[in-house]
């Protein structure tokens, strides 16, 4: 539409993922306003960047593959800033990785607040990709359902219709015993959903993250139930920011599962507060990922490569040197020409085409789109030598301006379900 004040319904669902960043920064420090002001008109131009800011000030500038970032700080540089006179810093490029898990805690994990008043038991639990992917296409949602005694139009649909026992032809006391097995099916449906939806508290991060915050406990007592639902606010805001900032690298987190296995409070509300609750409830998050064996997730391109069938060598060579797998070869019939598919590591995918066009003479041509994420072979708290933490995790930690070394798991727990004790009044 031409139309200026025209906005969309609902946000668009894209099959892209922004996995290739790099950092900018303006070269005088009082240009940052003209660069803020810089990115929010790009992000109107292309809705495919992310523009975030990390809590070291750095600003992150996301895309989905080395060219699209590329083109998209050339834009930022030389035409909306232009005019402003602003010379940018811009980093080198880095692929945005995944925090996971690959088992599930066996024991739930402890943390006491700062006063010691309140302890707080969660524990983590792997979720499929499939799963995760569902999450992230609005597919598997928790939402505000029906009471028991409210039937929707489909419902009624199923439960009675008035020309079905004589299309069938049965009789109207089959019929009415088919509708009442009907209804308490969908009774028994609608009470299985209603229960599901409640024990959902959030996704995350965002609305629509692979990631998923469970209440677990027992609701058997009331005044526990009312106080969970008291500091239910203050969990999700913990959740939402664990997600967001995993304990390995402080990348997102995916498919992880998050349960609330138990909760024991002060009396006095004063006592339990979001002060208290709010880092209680990170430090167990990230106590719980890192007892659940953390793992490491790279972003994997799908490569389409037409080449030449004498430079079909020389392709498969130039993706065995970079990780990439072979996984479905097409010749076309009359010619010459092969289809290739594979998959490739983003990591490996820098300077990607001008290395297949080198190494096949300009005989073969590539594009990539993203496909899934891999976990990463290596565990990142085996001991040294870790190579997984040499190469990717402790370079990214530095950038972000963090301690090199991952934190002990110590620090974030204070033991484990039915070891510790809380100082309750």
Same mark, same amino acid.
Request: charged residues 25%; proline residues 5%.
């Given at each position: 539409? !031409?139309?200026?004040?025209?906005? @969309?319904? *609902? ?15 303006p070269?005088? @420090?009082?240009?940052? @306003? %003209? ?25 992150n ?13 050339q %834009? ?5 800033? /232009? ?5 940018l810093?811009v980093? #080198? ?14 024991r739930?994990?402890v943390?006491?607040?700062?006063n %010691? ?21 609005g597919?598997? !949602?928790? *939402? ?10 489909d419902?009624? #649909?199923?439960?009675y /219709? ?22 308490a099916?969908?009774? =028994?449906a609608k ?18 993250g ?8 027992s ?13 239910k606010?203050?969990?999700?805001? /913990?959740?939402?920011?664990?997600? %967001?900032?995993?304990?390995l690298c ?11 296995v ?15 609750i ?11 990922q ?11 391109? =799908?490569?389409d ?14 993706l ?14 009359? !010619? ?12 490996? /995918? ?6 297949? *066009?080198?190494q096949?003479?300009?005989?073969a ?12 072979d ?13 190469s990717?995790?402790?370079? =990214? ?5 963090? @301690?090199?070394d991952i ?6 727990? #204070? ?9 309750v009044t």
């Amino acid at each position: 539409t !031409t139309c200026n004040e025209a906005w @969309p319904i *609902r946000e668009m669902m894209r099959s892209t993922s922004a996995v290739v960043r790099c950092a900018v920064a303006p070269l005088h @420090p009082a240009n940052l @306003p %003209k660069v803020m002001e810089a990115l929010r008109d790009l992000k109107h131009l292309d809705r495919l960047v992310v523009v975030n800011i990390e809590e070291s000030g750095q600003i992150n500038v996301s895309g989905v593959s080395q060219l699209h970032v590329e083109s998209v700080v050339q %834009k930022l540089r030389y035409e909306i800033l /232009s005019a402003k006179e602003c010379p940018l810093q811009v980093s #080198d490029l880095v692929v945005s990785y995944k925090e996971t898990v690959a088992c599930a805690t066996r024991r739930a994990c402890v943390s006491l607040s700062p006063n %010691k008043a309140n302890s707080l038991s969660f524990m983590a639990t792997p979720i499929s990709e499939f799963v995760s992917k569902q999450m992230e296409c609005g597919e598997i !949602t928790f *939402r505000e359902t029906p009471e028991d005694g409210d039937v929707s139009s489909d419902d009624e #649909d199923l439960v009675y /219709s008035p020309d079905s026992p004589l299309k069938m032809r049965k009789s109207v006391d089959a019929g009415m015993k088919d509708r009442q097995l009907r209804l308490a099916q969908v009774s =028994l449906a609608k009470r299985i959903e209603m229960e599901t939806a409640r024990k959902v508290w959030a996704f995350g991060p965002g609305t629509r993250g692979p990631n998923i915050l469970l209440d677990a406990t027992s609701s058997h007592c009331a005044s526990k139930s009312s106080a969970l639902n008291e500091i239910k606010d203050s969990i999700v805001a /913990s959740f939402a920011w664990v997600t %967001k900032e995993g304990v390995l690298c402080e990348e997102n987190m995916r498919g992880i599962g998050i349960k609330i296995v138990d909760v024991a409070l002060h009396n006095d509300s004063f006592h339990r507060g979001t002060g208290q609750i709010l880092p209680t409830a990170r430090r167990v998050m990230y106590a719980a990922q890192m007892v659940s064996s953390p793992r490491l997730m790279e972003p994997i391109y =799908l490569v389409d490569i037409m080449c030449s069938e004498e430079s079909l060598d020389d392709v498969e060579q130039c993706l065995e040197s970079r990780r990439g797998e072979v996984f479905e070869e097409i010749a076309r019939d009359g !010619t010459v020409l092969r289809y290739l598919k594979a998959y490739l590591p983003v990591t490996e /995918s820098i300077d990607f085409h001008e290395h297949l *066009r080198q190494q096949t003479h300009g005989q073969a041509f590539a594009h990539c789109i993203f496909d899934h994420w891999r976990l990463v072979d290596g565990d990142p708290l085996a001991p040294a030598p870790n190579a997984l933490l040499d190469s990717i995790i402790t370079p =990214l930690r530095i950038s972000k301006g963090l @301690p090199p070394d991952i934190p002990k798991v110590k620090r974030y727990m #204070d033991g484990f379900q039915g070891e510790v004790s809380t100082f309750v009044t």
